[in-house]
């Protein structure tokens, strides 16, 4: 993995990004929540903000990204494990796995946000690699490679990067007195029993909300359902009158988020402060969640089983995010693939 410094920020009264952001995480929320307080509060939270989180070095393989200029952004949002890391056998990889991938498209009006889940055992090019699942990119080359192979995959620039451990949800979880969030199905896993329906979740029992896969038939896609799930769920409770007007919540969610986080040297205070202003007016019906495009599955010659990419779907797809148009590549095209809209 890649060396880490410090740098980055917050902002206005809407704390999108920051919850997406949030579940493998994000950044944009705790910008938002932010600018509700007093500017002498404001300063706390920066201070904890920046004693929390690490800055990635070197996070995008051909360099630096632009200052933000309006346009629509395209934010990588990585949810890993510290422990896989320093435990190869857990998962068979030198360099551990990323769990969790999603895109997170800013428009570039600021009115909405597509949240699109990849899943891990999509077979994908990875530069100077070949053919593989995309998580590998991960174990072979951290998070620039990552980014790369996102970027080549979908065709577009990735603006900025966020990386979350996932020990972060239950501090994140817990800092919000809890969640409650819509499982799409009943199931048992680690202990912990889960309804259709709405579930109350502290930090433990999220985790395991959002880890599991083996509880079901289909595995990766409903879990992907269920941490979009959790993170629609997260941005309800960071956006509820109850925890804006906590600040002792507020100076909670920020500490235990950051702890967890790292991102791209782009994302520092002014640039926080900037997108959750101009973000002011989303709401929780502004988040569209959908699955990249698959078409069945394979198994490579060594024995890896995987899921194919839906390449026409892709091609439409990286149209759409070009030109800032998810959203009606979503009323077209993706009626099999979203998962939960606003």
Request: charged residues 20%.
């Given at each position: 993995m890649?060396g880490r410094?410090?740098?980055?920020?917050t902002?206005?009264h809407r704390?999108?990004?920051?919850?997406?952001?949030?579940?493998?995480g994000?950044?944009?929320?705790?910008?938002t929540?932010?600018?509700v307080v007093l500017?002498?509060?404001i300063?706390g939270?920066?201070?904890r903000?920046?004693?929390?989180?690490?800055?990635?070095?070197?996070p995008?393989?051909s360099?630096?990204?632009p200052?933000?200029?309006g346009?629509?952004?395209?934010?990588?949002l990585?949810?890993?494990d510290s422990?896989?890391r320093?435990d190869?056998?857990h998962?068979g990889?030198?360099?551990?796995?990323?769990?969790?991938?999603?895109?997170?498209?800013?428009?570039?009006?600021?009115?909405?946000v597509s949240?699109?889940?990849?899943?891990?055992?999509s077979?994908v090019d990875v530069?100077g690699?070949?053919?593989?699942?995309i998580n590998?990119a991960y174990?072979?080359?951290g998070?620039p490679?990552?980014?790369?192979?996102?970027?080549q995959l979908l065709?577009?620039?990735?603006?900025?990067v966020a990386?979350?451990?996932?020990?972060?949800?239950?501090?994140?979880?817990?800092a919000?007195?809890?969640?409650?969030v819509q499982?799409?199905?009943?199931?048992?896993?680690?202990?912990?029993?889960f309804?259709?329906?709405?579930?109350?979740?502290?930090?433990?029992?999220?985790l395991t909300?959002v880890?599991?896969?083996?509880?079901?038939p289909d595995?990766?896609?409903?879990r992907v359902?269920?941490?979009?799930?959790?993170?629609?769920?997260?941005l309800?409770r960071?956006?509820?009158?109850?925890?804006?007007?906590?600040?002792?919540a507020?100076?909670?969610?920020v500490?235990?988020t950051?702890?967890h986080?790292?991102?791209?040297p782009g994302l520092?205070?002014a640039?926080?402060?900037?997108l959750?202003?101009?973000l002011r007016?989303i709401?929780?019906?502004?988040?569209?969640t959908f699955t990249?495009?698959?078409?069945?599955?394979?198994?490579s010659?060594?024995g890896?089983?995987?899921?194919?990419v839906?390449?026409p779907e892709l091609?439409?797809?990286?149209?759409?995010?070009?030109?800032?148009?998810?959203?009606?590549?979503?009323?077209e095209h993706?009626?099999?693939?979203a998962?939960?809209t606003?």
């Open positions: 890649s410094r410090a740098a980055v920020r902002s206005r704390p999108l990004l920051v919850a997406l952001l949030a579940t493998v994000s950044l944009t929320a705790v910008a929540v932010l600018a500017s002498t509060f300063g939270l920066a201070q903000y920046d004693a929390g989180r690490t800055v990635l070095d070197d995008f393989p360099g630096g990204r200052h933000d200029d346009e629509a952004l395209d934010v990588l990585i949810g890993s422990r896989e320093l190869p056998q998962d990889a030198a360099g551990g796995r990323s769990d969790t991938l999603m895109l997170a498209h800013v428009s570039g009006d600021r009115r909405h949240l699109m889940s990849i899943l891990r055992d077979w530069p690699h070949g053919r593989a699942k590998a174990s072979w080359g998070v490679l990552t980014v790369q192979t996102v970027e065709g577009v620039r990735i603006d900025h990386e979350i451990d996932f020990a972060g949800f239950v501090g994140m979880t817990d919000l007195g809890g969640v409650t499982s799409p199905e009943a199931f048992d896993a680690r202990g912990h029993h309804v259709q329906g709405p579930n109350e979740l502290d930090g433990a029992a999220a909300f880890r599991e896969r083996y509880a079901f595995a990766d896609r409903t359902r269920n941490q979009q799930a959790f993170m629609r769920a997260l309800d960071v956006l509820s009158s109850d925890t804006l007007t906590d600040p002792a507020v100076q909670r969610f500490s235990a950051s702890a986080l790292s991102v791209d520092t205070f640039a926080l402060v900037d959750g202003w101009s007016g709401s929780p019906h502004d988040l569209e990249l495009p698959t078409a069945g599955g394979g198994t010659p060594d890896q089983a995987y899921v194919e839906d390449r091609t439409s797809l990286s149209i759409a995010l070009r030109s800032d148009e998810v959203g009606r590549w979503l009323a993706a009626a099999g693939h998962t939960a606003g």
